[in-house]
């Protein structure tokens, strides 16, 4: 048997990333108090690469735009001297923002809703405006973000003893000593008539004192529509169409469709309210639509399971078309099993043949195709196994980690405490672990993986990987700060390279 699995030529493994330290926006100095309001609480590049938005639990919106393919425009001659590489790693710089949500107070319940930004999703550009929806844990908003001209005049463009008869007109007077008012006009406006002993040159007439209008760009983000009172509890998770026009939002019991033109109703497709509340046995934990399949979507759940419903069935969709969950292991059961068992995240891999989720423990891939179990696991808080109590008790064991896939498909990767976060390689027979800190030295916690041997996913329904995952700690975890926590980040969806948020701090990596 062994011989016949040597026989087996399968597909060459993807070498393992050397990540690098490429950015970091918000960086805090040494001591400093972070707000509360400047934490950060979403992230999410577009569709492109080009943006990446962040939302923080002030309620703001920042996005940034990349500048590596824009700026280098020059002549062939001048990239020749910069040695420009084409294969350069993505850098952005700071766009805009703009207070997407304020905080409210619901009368009716006595409750107030916070600002925090819970989800940010982009939508389809048109006509060179950037759209993207933001939630808090009641209201959607839709929001425009485009680039507008504005005129500025700029007086008396001619300075009288430089001008010449019908010379060519001098440059604004804007670099001039006069205080400038907002709106273009100056303080000073003494206007100088020609008098009778006014000298004329021999060349011709003075010239006129014209004003310039000028021509400046200012992004505007204008709110367009808000989707409200459609959410008796949280929102967890919002989620685009690939038709374009519609999208989802989901709570913990129910799951509604909505039509991006209209805000004034949506449609409840997903509803798992008990008629007696007493009967909740689980929770809606995240939901996304399908890259590809308009009328597919697929929603996590408190108890560790994913369904996959088909709008196509029924309106309301309250039977799945399939149902993916790991069986538990008998004997294994304890008082924390249902609550690390929790699925914190789920996403569709760019072929939508995959599916991503988080746990608390662990990071599994699980195939569409095939709902027996998930086609590869992956460790990453095994080591806080006998620490449990300890999590329960300072609630970390809540925490709700977020997972990203790469675009290829080939790897994936999730946070973890002390700001560190975890990527691996999940292509056939690849045994890459990488374990970084969000810091200008990412490789400072790197452990080195124990060499083992590789196995083909087409040999095997359910592949086990064993991260090492005690860097920085004992066997324990006690090495750990469970005060800073990596929960948010992205990756980009063409390149590698992943946006970490930690705390109130954007860092940037690239491999």
């Not at 080009?50 to 939302?55: K, N, P, R």
């Not at 099993?337 to 989720?357: N, V």
């Not at 970390?396 to 002390?418: N, P």
């Amino acid at each position: 048997m062994n011989g016949g699995e040597e026989g087996v030529s399968a597909p060459a493994a993807a070498a393992p990333l050397d990540w690098k330290f490429s950015q970091v926006f918000g960086e805090r100095a040494a001591g400093e108090e972070v707000q509360e309001v400047d934490i950060i609480s979403a992230i999410e590049f577009d569709r492109a690469g080009d943006h990446l938005a962040t939302g923080d639990r002030g309620g703001r919106v920042v996005l940034f735009e990349r500048t590596d393919t824009k700026d280098h425009g020059g002549d062939r001659r001048e990239m020749e001297r910069m040695d420009y590489s084409i294969s350069k790693h993505p850098e952005f710089r700071y766009k805009t923002e703009f207070q997407s949500h304020e905080p409210e107070f619901d009368y009716l319940k006595s409750l107030e809703i916070e600002e925090k930004i819970n989800k940010i999703r982009w939508c389809q550009t048109a006509n060179g405006a950037l759209f993207l929806l933001s939630t808090n844990d009641k209201t959607i908003k839709f929001w425009k973000i485009q680039e507008r001209k504005v005129k500025k005049i700029c007086e008396m463009n001619v300075d009288p003893l430089k001008a010449t008869g019908n010379g060519p007109v001098g440059g604004c007077v804007s670099g001039s000593s006069k205080p400038f008012l907002a709106n273009g006009g100056c303080k000073e406006k003494t206007i100088n008539y020609p008098s009778n002993d006014t000298s004329f040159p021999s060349e011709g007439f003075p010239s006129l004192k014209l004003p310039t209008v000028t021509h400046e760009t200012s992004l505007v983000a204008r709110c367009r529509r808000v989707y409200a009172h459609a959410h008796d509890y949280h929102i967890n998770s919002i989620s685009n169409n690939s038709d374009g026009e519609t999208f989802i939002s989901a709570d913990d019991l129910r799951i509604n469709l909505w039509n991006l033109e209209i805000s004034s109703q949506s449609f409840n497709i997903v509803d798992v309210k008990p008629t007696n509340m007493e009967d909740l046995t689980e929770v809606i934990t995240s939901a996304e639509f399908h890259p590809t399949h308009c009328n597919m979507l697929a929603y996590s759940s408190s108890k560790g399971s994913i369904r996959l419903i088909d709008m196509r069935q029924s309106a309301l969709c309250d039977t799945h078309s399939k149902l993916f969950e790991e069986q538990e292991t008998p004997g294994s059961r304890s008082f924390f099993t249902e609550i690390i068992a929790s699925i914190s995240d789920i996403k569709f891999a760019k072929d939508g043949r995959h599916i991503l989720s988080r746990d608390y423990m662990t990071l599994k891939l699980w195939d569409i195709n095939m709902d027996s179990g998930p086609v590869a696991t992956f460790q990453v808080h095994e080591y806080l196994r006998p620490r449990l109590c300890d999590l329960y008790e300072n609630d970390s064991i809540f925490d709700k980690f977020e997972c990203c896939l790469s675009g290829d498909g080939q790897r994936v990767a999730t946070g973890s405490y002390s700001n560190l976060f975890r990527v691996f390689g999940c292509s056939e027979g690849s045994t890459e672990t990488a374990t970084l800190e969000a810091s200008k030295n990412p490789m400072r916690r790197q452990v080195q993986n124990p060499s083992r041997p590789t196995r083909s996913l087409s040999t095997l329904p359910r592949v086990l990987r064993r991260g090492v995952d005690n860097s920085g700690a004992d066997a324990n975890g006690n090495g750990f700060d469970f005060t800073t926590k990596l929960l948010h980040l992205a990756w980009h969806p063409t390149e590698n390279s992943l946006a970490c948020a930690a705390s109130n701090s954007l860092y940037m990596y690239y491999a």
